[in-house]
């Protein structure tokens, strides 16, 4: 992999550290705001994967369905394979909590559940690109 292209995986890798730094900050605090929890645990695992499929070639899309973007990483992290229930349900956190006019506001055990997987998905590929 060329200079440029590893940049580009670092800064994906950043920006997904700011979201799990986020979420780590809002967790602590009195009275957790899930909607934003949640969100940031979406956009930590998107950054996370996009990043990777650069990191193996892929050409990445302006997408925030994880089951998609899922069956692109799994190829080259099988290991992720049975998150596709996760994926599917962190999607709709992309979008669904951000906006008042969707009645949704996921339960704190729903925000660290969301956490507890984009630490495990942030796991399982850092494994797999320390290998590489």
Request: glycine share 4%.
């Amino acid at each position: 992999m060329d200079k440029e292209n590893i940049e580009i995986v670092r800064r994906w890798f950043k920006k997904a550290e700011s979201d799990l730094a986020t979420i780590s900050n809002n967790l602590n605090s009195p009275q957790p705001p899930t909607d934003t929890i949640c969100f940031h645990a979406e956009q930590a695992i998107e950054k996370y994967v996009k990043g990777t499929l650069i990191f193996f070639g892929e050409h990445v899309t302006k997408t925030h369905d994880l089951v998609a973007l899922l069956t692109k990483i799994s190829r080259h992290i099988p290991e992720l394979n049975g998150f596709e229930n996760d994926f599917d349900e962190i999607s709709h956190y992309g979008v669904e909590v951000r906006y008042p006019d969707i009645p949704f506001e996921p339960t704190i055990e729903d925000a660290k559940r969301s956490y507890a997987i984009a630490l495990r998905v942030k796991e399982l590929i850092m494994k797999k690109l320390k290998d590489k």
